[in-house]
Nanobody, 116 residues
Framework: QVQLVESGGGLVQPGGSLRLSCAAS???????FMWWYRQAPGKERELVA?????????NYADSVKGRFTISRDNAKNTVYLQMNSLKPEDTAVYYC?????????WGQGTQVTVSS
């Protein structure tokens, strides 16, 4: 079955960096677009970034453009989110996501806390 497992979250000071990973299994990874979402306490889940199946096309939320980079390694069935210049407002649980037809797949999430 489809599994998405995020890792790499943690506590970081403002201005710092983290790299999140999402290891995928149970489907043909290189044929699927992938997304990163995040959800802060008391807020709706929001789209952060997306990447096409080949990695040639990426898109970002305005709030992270220029600071975050989404990438993928199809040989490792893994999608990444490099987060630089982190701000306290980036604090959230980060999820990777994909879908097949009407079926959505979410990882369990990884907590990112930006605080001094």
């Amino acid at each position: 079955q489809v599994q998405l497992v995020e890792s790499g979250g943690g506590l970081v000071q403002p201005g710092g960096s983290l790299r999140l990973s999402c290891a995928a299994s149970g489907f043909t990874f290189n044929t699927f677009f992938m997304w990163w979402y995040r959800q802060a306490p008391g807020k709706e889940r929001e789209l952060v970034a997306s990447i096409s199946n080949t990695g040639s096309n990426t898109n970002y939320a305005d709030s992270v453009k220029g600071r975050f980079t989404i990438s993928r390694d199809n040989a490792k069935n893994t999608v990444y989110l490099q987060m630089n210049s982190l701000k306290p407002e980036d604090t959230a649980v980060y999820y990777c996501y994909t879908f097949q037809g009407l079926q959505s797949y979410w990882g369990q999430g990884t907590q990112v806390t930006v605080s001094s």
